[in-house]
T-cell receptor, first 115, second 113 residues
Framework: EPEVTQTPSHQVTQMGQEVILRCVPI?????FYWYRQILGQKVEFLVS????????KSEIFDDQFSVERPDGSNFTLKIRSTKLEDSAMYFC?????????????FGAGTRLSVL | GENVEQHPSTLSVQEGDSAVIKCTYS??????FPWYKQELGKGPQLIID?????GEKKDQRIAVTLNKTAKHFSLHITETQPEDSAVYFC????????????FGTGTRLTIIP
């Protein structure tokens, strides 16, 4: 069964450093998302991406965050200058069909620890 | 924006009994309501979803009901098994899948053998 792949599974960084979280969505999918989950809390939407541009972003997704689809298979989330409060599990998701809608499939996540 | 409330936060049931998890939402524009199961160390996995034009949907031991008037929806798991132990999240979306999901706070379900 096709799956969303995320790397690395765990990223440790120092406060103020830049990190890039990587995702390989399901190959024929058109919509891509990042969510985050602070330990013990709910999953929160960060950003959605379609047709090579951001389609929606949350209040959390401020200027320190950016997303990119650098080639036909990868989808990345960059945090420019990490803060302690960025420590969380970050999930990538993708969905397939244009228009009518489709299921969002999630990756296993990247645990980001900011020290 | 949308706000999704979920209850209970923890639920323990004897193996073989039924489990019910309830969610309410605030935005009447929401039309799509998926349920995700999250096992330890894994990402959320869709187990069932329902769209606003349907009141109930069933898939083997799992069923979901939706009351649009009251803005609430529920997950029902019958004949529970140990492998049903996990955290369950409800979610809501204004459109049928290709827009942001607003998640509930999660329910940790424990099945007691």
């Amino acid at each position: 069964e096709p799956e969303v792949t995320q790397t690395p599974s765990h990223q440790v960084t120092q406060m103020g450093q830049e990190v890039i979280l990587r995702c390989v969505p399901i190959s024929n999918h058109l919509y891509f998302y990042w969510y985050r989950q602070i330990l013990g809390q709910k999953v929160e939407f960060l950003v959605s991406f379609y047709n090579n541009e951001i389609s929606e972003k949350s209040e959390i997704f401020d200027d320190q965050f950016s997303v990119e689809r650098p080639d036909g298979s990868n989808f990345t989330l960059k945090i420019r200058s990490t803060k302690l409060e960025d420590s969380a599990m970050y999930f990538c998701a993708s969905s397939g069909l244009a228009g009518a809608g489709d299921i969002q499939y999630f990756g296993a996540g990247t645990r980001l620890s900011v020290l | 924006g949308e706000n999704v409330e979920q209850h209970p936060s923890t639920l323990s049931v004897q193996e073989g009994d039924s489990a019910v998890i309830k969610c309410t939402y605030s935005d009447s524009a929401s039309n799509y309501f998926p349920w995700y199961k999250q096992e330890l160390g894994k990402g959320p996995q869709l187990i069932i979803d329902i769209r606003s034009n349907v009141g109930e949907k069933k898939d083997q031991r799992i069923a979901v009901t939706l009351n649009k008037t009251a803005k609430h929806f529920s997950l029902h798991i019958t004949e529970t098994q140990p492998e049903d132990s996990a955290v369950y999240f409800c979610a809501a979306s204004p459109n049928f899948g290709n827009e942001k999901l607003t998640f509930g706070t999660g329910t940790r379900l424990t099945i007691i053998p």
